[in-house]
DNA sequence: CATAATAGGGAACGATCATTTCCGAATCAA
DNA sequence: TTGATTCGGAAATGATCGTTCCCTATTATG
């Protein structure tokens, strides 16, 4: 019933040298994805291990031998989680010309993660936040890592409007694309309460007013 | 199934007329103010039992006395977190003169949650949504309850900015209501990554500009 | 004073949790 | 072939979970 989030767009992320040893039978990414439902949906505490070496096909054996513990299976998830919205995300990003429509990729490429199915299991980032934000430093360091890292690169967007004449140029790019952040996170979690394509596409094109 | 969220301003919740048996030694409302404390920084299922009786000061059989389980706890803090933030959004509400200085204390009252202690805290709505969207049809319905009321007060604020002059005629209320209502989540959110007053204040009055 | 009814508290319960252990199977290097 | 090594899988482990039970304490009612 879980699908794979995206058909294995990225290099597979473990090269794997086949060193002595019985070669493992399952695909590590394609276990990665069902776990990324999984977390996404139930978050990290409300995920047990029934229910992930269900939805991988693996028994527990195997999967504390291949991802030492639920937390590192949560973080090698997280890891590629990641990755797999950062790679969708450039890919938008190349077919727009200025800073603005740039912007405007984003914004339209988190609406459309939030609504129907996909609003429905959430983000994981927003999970491990509000999992994990307090209990777990590691994690709670990896996932402020990703939003700071998203805010850059929302201002260097913001900044390439602005020197390609489609951004107001009085605007401070980074509190600008703080702003954009919390819309981009907060369509997650609304989104999560099941939405629309409807009420939530419009928001795209409405949220292009904060570049005026 | 749409529950009374607001009924009880500030006055005591639970009138509690003392009938026969002995009589209840510990404060209702302040122990519910604890339990919004550990549900909203750990997550429902990453509350413990033993976590909440710690927090509260109460054995377990007296907090199964007093809110039958887990679940029943976790819904009169859910109840109770948004009586207390709907009764103090009120209060802020009542200085603002216009439609846009009202969207203004909003979205300053939101700012000024999602940083530093409070920040880290977090929202019990978002957890809620984050934790058991999925898992728990009614917590989700009210949830969901919860987003809705607000979108909707956001667009009759809208309307009436609109109305007095002091918000763009042109706006859709429904869709402006639903961008702000992310700006809102999303900052609770990104508050969860430890952000300081510097940073999230100024998203306040630059959100505005969705109102031009 | 006697009875009913509720609260406080702590020990105990079964269930489930994450994790480990054990063993046969599969592969590589010699 | 022979070790060394890793994997798959099922059963077992100890810990912790949410919950209940039982007993005492405290109040209202009659």
Redesign the pocket.
């Known amino acids: 019933m879980i699908v794979p989030y995206y058909a294995a767009m990225t290099a597979p992320s473990s090269p794997r040298r ?9 695909d590590t990414d394609l276990a990665l994805d069902r776990a990324i439902a999984v977390f996404s949906e139930r978050g990290y505490q409300g ?4 229910d992930l070496t269900r939805a991988l096909g ?5 999967l ?3 991802f030492t ?3 590192g299976l949560f973080l090698a998830a997280f890891d590629r989680y990641v990755a797999l919205r950062t790679d969708r995300l450039r890919a938008v990003l190349e077919g727009a010309p200025t800073g603005r429509a740039k912007i405007k990729a984003v914004l339209d490429f988190y609406a459309g993660s939030s609504y129907g199915a996909d609003g429905r299991r959430g983000c994981l980032v927003v999970a491990g936040a509000v999992d994990l934000a307090t209990a777990d430093p590691e994690i709670a360091a990896r996932v402020t890592g990703v939003l700071h890292l998203n805010e850059g690169r929302l201002a260097d967007l913001v900044a390439e409007g602005q020197a390609d004449g489609t951004i107001a140029p009085h605007l401070d790019p980074m509190v600008t694309a703080r702003l954009l952040l919390c819309v981009l996170q907060g369509m997650r979690v609304v989104g999560k309460t099941g939405r629309d394509r409807a009420e939530m596409a419009p928001l795209a094109d409405n949220a292009l007013r904060l570049l005026d």
Request: aromatic share 8%; no cysteine.
């Open positions: 086949p060193g002595p040893g019985r070669p493992r039978e399952f995920a047990a291990i029934s693996l028994t527990a054996g195997s504390y031998k291949a513990d639920k937390r």
